[in-house]
């Protein structure tokens, strides 16, 4: 179910007679990459990982390479047949969630569904037994047909803080 090397999504703290709501931003794990010798349409969206995302101007087939990306806003690029221009980041070239699910293991359970909106994964636990660890999963499937994996550990524990 799981691949070998799912993404590490951080650990969380709980108490084992209380609920928590672990809330996952899966955020730049969502963006559409560039990817070589691709269609791309006018206002289609790539994220390189360079803190920029950056819009097609027009439809193109991209080339071999990948393009030299500029860091300043509204600079262009040549890509193939067609030009990139550089935009904020912000959610531009982010992937929407549109179904998500939780696996957990023997001692935890979920209190009520998983739940997700735009880039935000809401997962509620309960259960869990003092002085253990548990791994956990989470599954969230896009509306491009991505499919992104991801493990979070919980520590359960009866002190307060």
């Given amino acids: 179910m799981h691949p070998t090397k799912p993404l590490n999504l951080g650990s969380f703290?709980?108490?084992?007679?209380?609920?928590?709501?672990?809330?996952?931003?899966?955020?730049?794990?969502?963006?559409?990459?560039?990817?070589?010798?691709?269609?791309?349409?006018a206002g289609d969206y790539v994220r390189p990982g360079n803190g920029f995302a950056y819009i097609a101007l027009e439809d193109f087939s991209s080339g071999y390479h990948e393009p030299r990306w500029p860091i300043y806003i509204g600079t262009i690029c040549f890509d193939g047949s067609g030009r990139w221009q550089t935009r904020a980041?912000?959610?531009?070239?982010?992937?929407?969630?549109?179904?998500?699910?939780?696996?957990?293991?023997?001692?935890?359970?979920?209190?009520?569904?998983?739940?997700w909106e735009g880039s935000r994964v809401r997962v509620p636990v309960s259960g869990g037994v003092s002085g253990s660890k548990y791994e956990c999963f989470v599954e969230a499937d896009t509306v491009s047909g991505q499919t992104i994996v991801g493990m979070f550990g919980l520590r359960c524990s009866a002190d307060r803080r």
């Fill in 89 to 115: 980041a912000n959610y531009n070239g982010i992937d929407v969630i549109n179904n998500a699910a939780a696996s957990l293991p023997s001692g935890l359970s979920l209190f009520s569904a998983v739940t």
């Fill in 13 to 41: 703290d709980m108490h084992p007679d209380e609920r928590l709501f672990v809330d996952i931003e899966l955020g730049d794990n969502l963006s559409r990459r560039w990817e070589r010798d691709h269609l791309y349409r």
